[in-house]
């Protein structure tokens, strides 16, 4: 027995060692441990061995299921460990890695960012409102007649009337409707800035896009002046373009504010494009006191007289963010900020 049993060591443990894969130990392990496997018979035979021997040949049967274990269990974390090693054979793993590209705000968010920024110090409040609007939050309340050319079916894009809405729906063609949202549900005194999208059914080119970025303001309280007007204005856009930057207030229409001036910046504060030309006027916003007319507008729709004229002045404004991150950063095409090429987008 003691023979027998040495002899079953020897030949299962050579058998272990060559087997080279997983299936080959699996075998391996049925042929001598399994339910009639080779050490399975034998140990039949314990019943046989003499009381004297049992002791011994016991502890041997123990020994040798225990060191076929042992190489079984030790051949298969070998053979893993080759898989693995061929898996990762030829790699460098002290290579330096692929790092991770970062990306970054758009340039219009940044800007827009900023500019929220420089008007929450002064105490504005952000505003929002739809993008699909109705005539009269477009055009109606803020003084806009109908024979107007921006409410032209060629520079608008409207759609279907709604129901329960009536009067045709649109694209909002300025933020200026924000002005109209806010007053109807909050009463003077307000100050808001509303930056979002616009839209116009213009030709597509260097200067035009159907969607851009507008930012609006508005303040309405008692005692508001042209001269608030022009310091918080100018206080802003100082912020931007820095202290040394002019600017002109040049009086023009709009049909919500009266008076009405365009802002206009000195090209000098300007890098890139404009360099060449440092005495040239260009037009960054639109502003004024807000028209009688507006706040009577929205009395009539409120229902109250909480915009009275005679108690509540209020100036407006509204620049496009597309033309002044174009201005600040001498892009010469308002088509790169949407055409998501990274090699424009990177340099922001
Ligand atoms: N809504 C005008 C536009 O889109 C910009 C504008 C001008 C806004 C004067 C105002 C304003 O609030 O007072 O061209």
């Known amino acids: 027995m003691d023979q027998q049993l040495e002899q079953l060591r020897a030949e299962a443990l050579a058998a272990i060692s060559a087997a080279a894969d997983e299936t080959a130990i699996e075998q391996a392990r049925i042929k001598f441990l399994g339910q009639s496997g080779a050490l399975t018979t034998l140990s039949k035979g314990m019943k046989d061995v003499s009381k004297d021997d049992k002791p011994r040949i016991g502890k041997l049967l123990n020994d040798v299921r225990n060191a076929v274990t042992a190489a079984l269990d030790e051949r298969k974390a070998g053979l893993l460990a080759d898989v693995d090693a061929a898996a990762f054979a030829g790699v460098d793993v002290s290579l330096p890695g692929t790092a991770p590209r970062l990306g970054s705000l758009h340039p219009i968010t940044q800007l827009q960012d900023r500019a929220i920024q420089i008007f929450r110090r002064m105490g504005f409040a952000l505003a929002d409102g739809p993008d699909i609007e109705t005539e009269w939050h477009c055009f109606d309340a803020l003084n806009t007649p109908a024979d107007h050319p921006a409410r032209n079916e060629q520079d608008t894009f409207y759609m279907a009337p709604a ?3 009536p009067g045709g729906r649109l694209l909002r063609t300025h933020t200026s409707t924000i002005q109209v949202r806010t007053m109807e549900s909050s009463a003077p005194p ?12 213009d030709e597509v080119d260097a200067t035009h896009l159907a969607q851009f970025n507008q ?4 303040y309405v309280a008692e005692g508001v002046s042209v001269a608030d007007l022009k310091g918080t204005l100018e206080f802003f856009f100082r912020e931007l373009f820095g202290n040394d930057a002019q600017f002109r207030f040049r009086p023009h229409f709009f049909p919500f504010t009266e008076p009405s001036f365009e802002v206009d910046i000195k090209a000098a504060a300007l890098k890139g494009s404009h360099a060449n030309a440092p ?5 960054i916003a639109g502003c004024g006191m807000v028209d009688p007319a507006v706040f009577e507008h929205i009395n009539t729709k409120r229902a109250d007289r909480a915009y009275d004229p ?13 033309r002044l ?7 010469p095409d308002i088509r790169y900020f949407t055409q998501n ?5 990177a340099q922001f």
Do not use: H, N, V
């Open 310 to 322: 005679e108690k509540y002045t209020g100036f407006a404004f509204g620049f496009g963010l597309d």
């Open 341 to 345: 090429d990274q090699r424009f987008l």
């Open 325 to 331: 991150a174009m201005i600040m950063s001498g892009t």
């Open 279 to 283: 005495d040239r006027w260009l037009e």
């Open 215 to 218: 930012m609006e303001g508005l």
């Open 163 to 165: 129901d329960g809405c």
């Open 190 to 201: 307000i100050r808001i800035i509303a930056p979002g999208a616009a839209y116009r059914r």
